[in-house]
């Protein structure tokens, strides 16, 4: 086999490479996210009052195992407008049709 082509060879198979990460990456944000919202709504967070405090709203301190996506699929659905966030730090649902609308977008 020519060296040109296993040039051009590698250089596709770091590409197919790059973008599957990128994929996985997509695929843990979505489940991340999902868990959140199944979270808040196993604890009926709907509306401030009923905000509840989220543990994993911070990156954990000890980095064992595998990559934990929820604090930024967190910060993502917050900015994205599917929850809010109270003046203490609590979460809540302020879209009841979160799930679907994840669905959509992500």
Do not use: H
Request: charged share 25%; proline share 5%.
């Amino acid at each position: 086999m020519p060296e040109s082509l296993q040039i051009v060879l590698g250089i596709c198979f770091l590409f197919v490479v790059y973008i599957l990460t990128r994929w996985g990456t997509v695929v843990r944000m979505r489940r991340a996210a999902l868990s959140i919202i199944d979270d808040l709504e196993a604890n009926r967070a709907f509306d401030p009052a009923t905000a509840v405090k989220l543990p994993y709203e911070q990156p954990s301190v000890l980095r064992m195992g595998m990559r934990d996506f929820r604090p930024k699929a967190l910060k993502s659905l917050v900015v994205g407008g599917i929850l809010g966030k109270t003046d203490d730090s609590r979460f809540y649902l302020e879209r009841r049709d979160a799930r679907d609308l994840l669905m959509k977008t992500w």
